[in-house]
């Protein structure tokens, strides 16, 4: 995995802080922003065997540059390391082959970057880094009112904006972006019935479902912040992408008609985060040892456990306003109040609408509510002592301390309770030739444990002007922007950087120029 600090690694460092002899992450906290829904193979109707016997080629690209300058200058922000501020030029390239009922698509990225020595890579060396990515790559065939779809494929589960709750087929990729990660394509058979023009129902099977991409080493990472409490030799992964009890299913029963889409789905998931697994809880005994007399744990396994998500969405229009609704909730294996080894069940939801104004509808607005609630959620900071023998602690009390010090915070949930906004604000000028727009979000936290230290909330802030001198040639200027605050008793309001999910992106806070050109050419016979 890579190495750079992200909204995972902000609440590892709170987590960490209780090994350190203290007391206690981008949609959905790790993921404001899901990709937004979209037509997409999985979606797709079966519009796509009405042309039987046609032939059509379709080849496209999109290439762009980009230049992120950090949005000061100081020790963690006044450079471009890490893959967010990193130059780079992108190269997508697709081909989709349509022929009668049958479509074969196939899309890559190429892209090139500069490679910078930095402090945390003292061994990497000046000059370029040149990537190939596979992105979606599948057939599918559709015969009379059904649609088979095998490959590599991005799907796109919801109706809301970028934050979808039921959206979790694919992995996400959160090295660039806290706000809009991109989903990584996953290897899995689909298959769509259409038994009436208003009604479809789908069935997804994924024999192996990777993890999401992080730019850290979740072990490392561990056995760094726990100042020898937890040596790098006990920890361990044991996540593996290839084994077949990873696997994921799901099916979704989609409604379409004049007034409002409904849909309600079932997904037998993977967590996407990491649980840790502790096994050999012993007392340390050395008295050099500076971790004597506690209760130590010989090995910790980070796992991703299984979890059963359900959820639904519901759309419509009044006038000009769209309205929406989708939620999902996320059943774990927790077994009640006292099981501190897995995470508890969550709920989490968008309420949104959207509307264009102004003369011509060129301007367009977009708001949404947005939370998660987790129900028994554990918002007490657990005690040192639980693992300390001059305070009667056990193993028992010590697999307690560590579960509840780690479970919660690796899965990025800090509260019980996440309530917050998104806005989407855009206006056309000069017939779409200049278009400024902003975007942000705002996260404000209930239910954690305040003793100590007030959280005031975060902030992801993106204002962006696009110029499309001609057709499919964009330049955006814009920045990325991210914030939280914080209090501790008796102290000032300070920048969180380390337990927020959204705040631990502020060093990678930049002003960036974007250069965008895409192209597409059809042959048909």
């Not at 009390?397 to 690796?410: D, H, I, T």
Request: proline letters at 5%.
């Amino acid at each position: 995995m890579k190495t750079k600090k992200l909204i995972v690694a902000s609440a590892l460092l709170a987590a960490l802080a209780a090994f350190a002899y203290a007391e206690d992450s981008g949609s959905n906290s790790a993921d404001l922003f899901a990709d937004a829904a979209a037509d997409v193979s999985a979606d797709s109707t079966a519009a796509d065997s009405s042309a039987a016997g046609a032939f059509k080629l379709t080849l496209s690209g999109e290439h762009g540059f980009a230049y992120h300058a950090p949005a000061y200058f100081s020790d963690d922000n006044g450079d471009y390391s890490g893959d967010i501020k990193s130059p780079k030029f992108t190269n997508d390239f697709g081909a989709e082959v349509q022929d009668g009922k049958v479509k074969f698509v196939s899309h890559w990225e190429f892209d090139v970057s500069p490679l910078y020595a930095n402090a945390q890579d003292p061994n990497a060396n000046w000059g370029e880094s040149a990537s190939i990515t596979p992105l979606e790559n599948y057939v599918s065939w559709s015969p009379a009112n059904l649609k088979f779809s095998a490959g590599y494929q991005i799907f796109s589960w919801g109706v809301a904006d970028k934050r979808n709750p039921t959206d979790n087929l694919n992995p996400r990729d959160y090295t660039t972006s806290a706000i809009d990660p991109e989903k990584i394509p996953v290897l899995a058979a689909d298959a769509i019935w259409y038994p009436s023009d208003a009604v479809s129902l789908e069935g997804v099977f994924i024999p192996s479902k990777s993890a999401s991409q992080y730019p850290l080493d979740f072990a490392q990472t561990v056995a760094a912040k726990s100042k020898g409490l937890i040596p790098s030799k006990a920890l361990s992964y044991a996540d593996d992408s290839a084994d077949p009890a990873n696997f994921v299913a799901g099916a979704k029963l989609n409604y379409k008609s004049s007034a409002f889409d409904l849909s309600l789905d079932y997904l037998y998931d993977i967590d996407q985060y990491f649980t840790p697994e502790f096994t050999g809880i012993a007392l340390d005994a050395t008295p050099t040892s500076p971790a004597y007399g506690l209760y130590l744990p010989a090995s910790v396994s980070l796992e991703r456990k299984r979890v059963q998500r359900i959820g639904g969405d519901a759309k419509t229009t009044i006038g000009k306003f769209g309205l929406w609704l989708e939620a999902a909730y996320s059943l774990t294996d927790n077994s009640g109040s006292d099981d501190w080894s897995t995470r508890k069940s969550k709920f989490d939801y968008t309420l949104g609408t959207d509307v264009n104004f102004g003369p011509n509808d060129v301007g367009y607005v977009n708001l949404q509510y947005i939370g998660t609630w987790i129900p028994d959620y554990d918002s007490d900071s657990p005690s040192m002592a639980m693992i300390a023998s001059s305070y009667g602690a056990t193993a028992s009390s010590a697999r307690e301390f560590y579960e509840r010090s780690m479970v919660n915070l690796l899965g990025l949930e800090t509260e019980g309770l996440l309530q917050g906004v998104t806005c989407n604000v855009k206006y056309e000028i000069a017939d779409a030739l200049v278009t400024p727009q902003i975007t942000a979000a705002f996260l404000k936290p209930f239910d954690y444990d305040d003793s100590g230290v007030t959280r005031y909330g975060s902030l992801a802030l993106n204002p962006e002007i696009d110029i499309k001198p001609v057709d499919s040639f964009h330049i955006l200027l814009g920045a990325d922007l991210y914030y939280a605050w914080y209090k501790e008793d008796g102290g000032s309001v300070k920048l969180d950087t380390e337990s927020d999910a959204v705040g631990s992106y502020t060093p990678s806070n930049n002003v960036y120029l974007k250069v965008v050109y895409k192209w597409n050419a059809d042959i048909k016979k």
